[in-house]
């Protein structure tokens, strides 16, 4: 059983990721790669990695240990935040998705 993802990111053409639940396989575009986590289903919802299928649309993610915060950044890098920022994001992942969405 399949669970597809499909995303835009930086005006590129459409991705699609196809993962298996409990298997550590992921398919991108076709082209099939291990992964380190599995999908899982539970419940009928389907958990997915999310650092592996952000990567594989081209998203670098990091993690900060002083703030506990995911940033998630495209081709345009990492929004630069403030103390306050990291405070308000703190349990919030902080997703830059579109070109010329960063804070200014």
């Known amino acids: 059983m399949g669970h597809f993802v499909n995303a835009q990111m930086d005006n590129s053409p459409t991705q699609t990721t196809n993962l298996n639940g409990y298997q550590d396989l992921i398919s991108i575009n ?4 291990k992964s380190s986590v599995q999908a899982i289903l539970s419940k009928g919802r389907a958990y997915i990695p999310a650092r592996v299928v952000l990567e594989a ?11 506990r ?3 998630v950044a495209t081709k345009n890098g990492l929004p630069t935040l403030t103390a306050l920022d990291l405070k308000q ?5 902080h997703i830059i998705w579109l070109e010329g969405s960063l804070p200014k």
């Open 69 to 71: 915060l995911v940033l």
């Open 57 to 67: 649309f081209g998203a670098k993610v990091s993690w900060n240990a002083d703030s």
């Open 89 to 93: 994001l703190r349990f919030q992942a």
């Open 30 to 33: 076709g082209t099939v790669q």
